[in-house]
C-alpha cells in the first residue's frame, strides 16, 4: 500500500500540471476553497444589492445603480425583474456554488484523506474532473446574467408553472445539470476512499467524526443529487420540447393559452425538487457539524462526549433526511394527511439533531478549554446553531407553519442554520487547518476582529428576520412598504440591511488575512495544535504522496489528557 | 516534492479494506446514483399517471413489435458481454474481441431499431409535446439511449484497447471489462422495467 517503493514517476511537474490541472487532492481541495470563498462573495454581493432594494424601496442604488443597464435598474432604481433575478442567483450560488463546494469539495477534499491516513483520493483523476466540472458550472450559472431575458427568477426552488414561464431558467437548469456531475463525481470518490484506502489500523470506529460527517454526506450526495437531475431534465424538457410534466390543463398566460398539451403535475416538481433539497440541507450542516467537533475536541483537551451517539446520531440524520421532504410543502396544497405523517418525521429528525448538539456541549464540561480562533468560531456555533435549529420546530409542525411559512420566519430560521451555522464552522475550520494547508498561522488579532465582527453582524442580519416574520410580514416580495402589514417592521429591514454591510466590511481582514499569512504568516511546527489526529502526523504542506511512511494506527481518534502521560495528548499514530 | 504514487496501484488491488477494488466499488455507488436516477423518472411517470385523465394503452400508442425486437437485442447483448469478460478472464484475445464486438453490434442495433420507431412517430407527427404519455416515453426512452451510446463508447473503447499489448496486458484491463459489464447490466435492467412500463401496461 506504500507509495514510495517504487521508483517510477519521479518527473517534475509543470506549472500547470501542479497548480491548475493538478491531481493531488490537496491542490484540488485548495482550488475549491478559494472559488467557493469567492463565490460566496459574489452570492453576498447579490444580496447586499437587494438588501438595499428592501431597507430603502424605490431609491437608486448608491455607488453600483447607475452601472446596471437601464433595463434591469432604471435610473439607479432596481426593476421588480431584476430583485427576482437575484433572489434565485443569490439561493442557488450560496448553497450550490458556495457553501456545499466548500464544505465538501474543499474540506472533504484536503482533510478527509489525511485523517485516515491516505496518500490521496481513490480517484485522483476524477477529484481533478469533478472540481473541473464545477467550475465551467458556476461560470455558466453566473454568465446567465448576461443572457437575453436575463438570469432565472423563479428562487432556487424554481416551481412551476412559474419557472417554465419565466426567461432565464435553461441555464439555470443546464448548469445545474453540470454542478449535479460533478458532485456525483467528487461523492463517490469520497466514498470509495473512506471504505477502502484507510490505513492499517485505522477502523471506521477510529475514524475522527470529521470523515465521518464527510461519509454520511457523501452518501447523501450519492442518493439525492440524481433526482433533482431527472427533476431538472423533466424542466429542460418542459421548456426547450414544450412537454407538460409540470404544466397543468387549461393553462393561461397573460391572457394567452399555453402552448403545451397540459396534464401535468406542478406539485410533482415540489416533491423532486425537496427529495433533494432536504438532504441537502443536511450535505450543508453535516461537514460543519464534523469540523465543530474536532475543533472542541483538540480545544476542550479531553475526549469528545459521546463519540458513538455523534456517529450514530449523523447516520440517522442521513437516513432520516429522505423522508422528511415535505415539510417543505405543507401550504402547498397536499394532501393534510400526508402532512401529518411529515410532521412526525420532522420530528424524529429533530432528536439526533439536538443529540448531536448536545454532545457537543457536554464536551466543553470539564475541560481545561483553549479559547483560541478556532475554538472561538466552533463556540459561536452552538448557541447559533442552536438559535437556528430550534426555531426550525414551529416550522416543522403544520399548524404553526401555516402562519409562518410565508413570511421572514423562514429565511431567519433557514440562515440562523446556514450562515450562523455553517458558515461560522467552515471559518472557524480555515482558522484550524491553515497552518496544515501552508505551514504558517493566521494572524490572530485580525482573526479576532473578523471573529466579532462577523458574528455579531450575522446576528443583527437574521435575528430581526425572526422579529419580522413573527410580525407577519411577508417574504419574497420586491417592496415590501407596498403592503400595509410589512410596515410596522419595516425598521427592521434597515437594521438588517446595515448589519449586512457591516458584515461585508468585517470580512476585509480576513481576506488580506489569509493571503498575507500565506506567504507572510508566523511559521507553525507540523502539529502546532498539539491535535491527536492523522493530518498532524505529516509534514505542512504536506508533499505529493502526503505521508513518508503509510501510518499505522493504533488508538481512537480523541486521546486526550490521558493519565499517566507526560503530555496530554495521544497521537492516532503513537505506538507508546 | 515531486514524489508521486500511482493511482493504478491501488484500483487495481483488492486487498483494501472492503476486499472489493476502488474501481469496483466505484462503478457500483454510480450506479446506486443511476438508480435514483431512473427511480425518479419511474416515479414521475407513476404520479403522472395516477393524476391523469386519460392514458393511452401502449399497443395503440406505441409500435410494441419493434420493442420486443429490441428487449431481445438488448438481453442477447447482455449475454455477449459477459461472454465477452470469461474470455477476457481466460486471457483468450480473438474470443474476447468476437463478443465484445458482438455485444457493440448488438447495441447499434437497438439504436437502430429504436431510431426507427422515433422516426415513424415524428413522421405522424408525434412529438414530446403531444401529451404527457409521450413526453415521458421519449423523456425515459430518450435518456436511455443516452446510456446506451456511453455504454458502446466504453465497450467500443475496451474493444479498440484490446487491440494494443499494453492495454490488454495491463492488470486492470479485466477490472475495466468487469466495469463495463456491470454498467451494461444496469442498462440493460433499465429496459427491461421501461419496455412493460411504457408499452405494456
Same mark, same amino acid.
Given at each position: 500500500m506504500s507509495h514510495d517503493d517504487h521508483g517510477h514517476g519521479h518527473h517534475e511537474l509543470t506549472f500547470w500540471e501542479k497548480y491548475v490541472f493538478s491531481v493531488d487532492h490537496k491542490v484540488i481541495g485548495l482550488q475549491y476553497l478559494i472559488t467557493s470563498f469567492i463565490f460566496l462573495l459574489v452570492g453576498f454581493g447579490l444580496m447586499g444589492l437587494m438588501r438595499w432594494q428592501l431597507a430603502f424601496p424605490g431609491t437608486p442604488i448608491p455607488f453600483f445603480g447607475h452601472l446596471f443597464p437601464a433595463d434591469l435598474a432604471p435610473n439607479g432604481v432596481m426593476s421588480g425583474e431584476f430583485y427576482n433575478a437575484l433572489g434565485a442567483m443569490h439561493g442557488t450560488i450560496m448553497v450550490f456554488l458556495g457553501v456545499v463546494p466548500l464544505a465538501v469539495g474543499a474540506y472533504g477534499n484536503y482533510v478527509l484523506p489525511l485523517q485516515i491516513g491516505a496518500p490521496d483520493m481513490a480517484f485522483p483523476?476524477?477529484?481533478?474532473?469533478?472540481?473541473?466540472?464545477?467550475?465551467?458550472? %458556476?461560470?455558466?450559472?453566473?454568465?446567465?446574467?448576461?443572457?437575453? $431575458?436575463?438570469? +432565472? =427568477?423563479? !428562487?432556487?426552488?424554481?416551481?412551476?408553472?412559474?419557472?417554465?414561464?419565466?426567461?432565464?431558467?435553461?441555464?439555470?437548469?443546464?448548469?445545474?445539470?453540470?454542478?449535479?456531475?460533478?458532485?456525483?463525481? %467528487?461523492?463517490?470518490?469520497?466514498?470509495?476512499?473512506?471504505?477502502?484506502?484507510?490505513?492499517?489500523?485505522?477502523?471506521?470506529?477510529?475514524?475522527?467524526?470529521?470523515? #465521518?460527517?464527510?461519509?454520511?454526506?457523501?452518501?447523501?450526495?450519492?442518493?439525492?443529487?440524481?433526482?433533482?437531475?431527472?427533476?431538472?431534465?423533466?424542466?429542460?424538457?418542459?421548456?426547450?420540447?414544450?412537454?407538460?410534466?409540470?404544466?397543468?390543463?387549461?393553462?393561461?398566460?397573460?391572457?394567452?393559452?399555453?402552448?403545451?398539451?397540459?396534464?401535468?403535475?406542478?406539485?410533482?416538481?415540489?416533491?423532486?425538487?425537496?427529495?433533494?433539497?432536504?438532504?441537502?440541507?443536511?450535505?450543508?450542516?453535516?461537514?460543519?457539524?464534523?469540523?465543530?467537533?474536532?475543533?472542541?475536541?483538540?480545544?476542550?483537551?479531553?475526549?469528545?462526549?459521546?463519540?458513538?451517539?455523534?456517529?450514530?446520531?449523523?447516520?440517522?440524520?442521513?437516513?432520516?433526511?429522505?423522508?422528511?421532504?415535505?415539510?417543505?410543502?405543507?401550504?402547498? $396544497?397536499?394532501?393534510? +394527511?400526508?402532512?401529518?405523517?411529515? &410532521?412526525?418525521?420532522?420530528?424524529?429528525?429533530?432528536?439526533?439533531?439536538?443529540?448531536?448538539?448536545?454532545?457537543?456541549?457536554?464536551?466543553?464540561?470539564?475541560?481545561?478549554?483553549?479559547?483560541?480562533?478556532?475554538?472561538?468560531?466552533?463556540?459561536?456555533?452552538?448557541?447559533?446553531?442552536?438559535? %437556528?435549529?430550534?426555531?426550525? &420546530?414551529?416550522?416543522?409542525?403544520? @399548524?404553526?407553519?401555516?402562519?409562518?411559512?410565508?413570511?421572514?420566519?423562514?429565511?431567519?430560521?433557514?440562515?440562523?442554520?446556514?450562515?450562523?451555522?455553517?458558515?461560522?464552522? &467552515?471559518? !472557524?475550520?480555515?482558522?484550524?487547518?491553515?497552518?496544515? #494547508?501552508?505551514?504558517?498561522?493566521?494572524?490572530?488579532?485580525?482573526?479576532?476582529?473578523?471573529?466579532?465582527?462577523?458574528?455579531?453582524?450575522?446576528?443583527?442580519?437574521?435575528?430581526?428576520?425572526?422579529?419580522?416574520?413573527?410580525?407577519?410580514?411577508?417574504?419574497?416580495?420586491?417592496?415590501?412598504?407596498? =403592503?400595509?402589514?410589512?410596515?410596522?417592521?419595516?425598521?427592521?429591514?434597515?437594521?438588517?440591511?446595515?448589519?449586512?454591510?457591516?458584515?461585508?466590511?468585517?470580512?476585509?481582514?480576513?481576506?488580506?488575512?489569509?493571503?498575507?499569512?500565506?506567504?507572510?504568516?508566523?511559521?507553525?511546527?507540523?502539529?502546532?495544535? =498539539?491535535?491527536?489526529?492523522?493530518?498532524?502526523?505529516?509534514?505542512?504542506?504536506?508533499?505529493?504522496?502526503?505521508?513518508?511512511?503509510?501510518? @499505522?494506527?493504533?488508538? %481512537?481518534?480523541?486521546?486526550?489528557?490521558?493519565?499517566?502521560?507526560?503530555?496530554?495528548?495521544?497521537?492516532?499514530?503513537?505506538?507508546? | 516534492m515531486s514524489q508521486t504514487y500511482d493511482p493504478t496501484e491501488f484500483m487495481g488491488n483488492a486487498d483494501t479494506h472492503s476486499g472489493v477494488t476502488n474501481a469496483k466499488l466505484g462503478v457500483w455507488l454510480f450506479l446506486a446514483s443511476e438508480i435514483m436516477l431512473f427511480a425518479t423518472l419511474f416515479t414521475s411517470y407513476i404520479v403522472l399517471r395516477m393524476v391523469s385523465t386519460s392514458w393511452p394503452w401502449g399497443w395503440d400508442a406505441l409500435n410494441v413489435p419493434l420493442a420486443t425486437l429490441n428487449t431481445v437485442i438488448l438481453i442477447s447483448s447482455s449475454v455477449t458481454i459477459v461472454m465477452a469478460y470469461a474470455k477476457a478472464y481466460d486471457k483468450n484475445k480473438s474470443g474476447f474481441q468476437l463478443w465484445m464486438a458482438a455485444t457493440v453490434l448488438l447495441s447499434l442495433g437497438f439504436l437502430v431499431v429504436k431510431a426507427f420507431e422515433y422516426g415513424h412517430e415524428f413522421a405522424l407527427g408525434i412529438g414530446p409535446h403531444t401529451s404527457v404519455f409521450y413526453a415521458i416515453y421519449f423523456t425515459m426512452t430518450g435518456l436511455h439511449g443516452i446510456h446506451i451510446l456511453g455504454g458502446i463508447a466504453v465497450n467500443g473503447g475496451l474493444l479498440y484497447m484490446s487491440t494494443q499489448k499494453e492495454h490488454w496486458e495491463h492488470p486492470l484491463f479485466l477490472g475495466r471489462v468487469e466495469g463495463a459489464g456491470l454498467y451494461w447490466h444496469f442498462v440493460d435492467i433499465v429496459w427491461i422495467f421501461l419496455f412493460p412500463a411504457l408499452y405494456l401496461l
Open positions: 483523476r476524477m477529484n481533478m474532473m469533478s472540481y473541473w466540472t464545477y467550475l465551467p458550472g %458556476g461560470i455558466l450559472m453566473l454568465s446567465s446574467f448576461l443572457m437575453p $431575458g436575463g438570469a +432565472a =427568477q423563479s !428562487g432556487w426552488t424554481s416551481y412551476p408553472p412559474l419557472s417554465i414561464i419565466n426567461p432565464g431558467q435553461t441555464m439555470w437548469l443546464l448548469s445545474m445539470v453540470i454542478l449535479i456531475t460533478s458532485s456525483l463525481l %467528487g461523492a463517490i470518490n469520497f466514498l470509495v476512499t473512506t471504505i477502502n484506502m484507510r490505513a492499517p489500523g485505522m477502523s471506521l470506529w477510529r475514524m475522527p467524526v470529521f470523515c #465521518w460527517a464527510q461519509f454520511v454526506t457523501s452518501v447523501l450526495l450519492l442518493l439525492a443529487f440524481p433526482p433533482l437531475e431527472a427533476a431538472s431534465v423533466l424542466q429542460l424538457m418542459d421548456r426547450v420540447f414544450h412537454t407538460s410534466f409540470y404544466m397543468p390543463k387549461d393553462l393561461v398566460i397573460l391572457g394567452k393559452a399555453y402552448m403545451g398539451s397540459g396534464g401535468g403535475q406542478p406539485l410533482l416538481w415540489q416533491h423532486l425538487f425537496w427529495f433533494l433539497a432536504h438532504p441537502e440541507v443536511y450535505v450543508l450542516v453535516l461537514p460543519p457539524m464534523g469540523i465543530v467537533a474536532e475543533i472542541i475536541a483538540n480545544n476542550t483537551r479531553k475526549p469528545l462526549h459521546g463519540y458513538k451517539t455523534l456517529v450514530f446520531s449523523m447516520i440517522a440524520i442521513g437516513v432520516m433526511s429522505f423522508m422528511v421532504w415535505a415539510h417543505h410543502m405543507f401550504i402547498s $396544497g397536499m394532501s393534510p +394527511a400526508l402532512g401529518n405523517f411529515f &410532521l412526525v418525521t420532522t420530528m424524529i429528525i429533530s432528536v439526533p439533531s439536538v443529540a448531536i448538539l448536545t454532545c457537543l456541549i457536554f464536551s466543553l464540561k470539564g475541560g481545561s478549554i483553549r479559547y483560541n480562533l478556532p475554538m472561538a468560531y466552533a463556540l459561536a456555533f452552538l448557541p447559533l446553531f442552536g438559535i %437556528g435549529g430550534l426555531t426550525g &420546530l414551529p416550522l416543522g409542525l403544520t @399548524v404553526t407553519d401555516i402562519y409562518l411559512h410565508d413570511t421572514y420566519y423562514v429565511i431567519g430560521h433557514f440562515h440562523f442554520v446556514v450562515v450562523t451555522g455553517s458558515i461560522i464552522a &467552515l471559518m !472557524g475550520g480555515t482558522y484550524y487547518w491553515f497552518p496544515k #494547508w501552508y505551514g504558517r498561522k493566521m494572524n490572530d488579532t485580525l482573526g479576532w476582529i473578523h471573529f466579532w465582527g462577523t458574528t455579531t453582524s450575522m446576528t443583527g442580519i437574521f435575528l430581526p428576520m425572526l422579529f419580522m416574520g413573527l410580525a407577519g410580514a411577508s417574504r419574497r416580495l420586491y417592496d415590501p412598504t407596498a =403592503q400595509l402589514h410589512n410596515l410596522p417592521v419595516q425598521g427592521w429591514n434597515v437594521v438588517s440591511t446595515i448589519s449586512a454591510y457591516c458584515l461585508g466590511v468585517f470580512q476585509l481582514p480576513f481576506i488580506y488575512n489569509f493571503f498575507n499569512s500565506m506567504w507572510r504568516g508566523e511559521k507553525t511546527p507540523e502539529n502546532p495544535w =498539539q491535535a491527536t489526529t492523522l493530518e498532524w502526523a505529516c509534514p505542512s504542506p504536506p508533499p505529493h504522496g502526503n505521508f513518508e511512511k503509510t501510518p @499505522v494506527v493504533y488508538r %481512537g481518534p480523541y486521546e486526550y489528557s490521558v493519565p499517566g502521560r507526560k503530555t496530554d495528548f495521544w497521537m492516532q499514530t503513537d505506538k507508546n | -
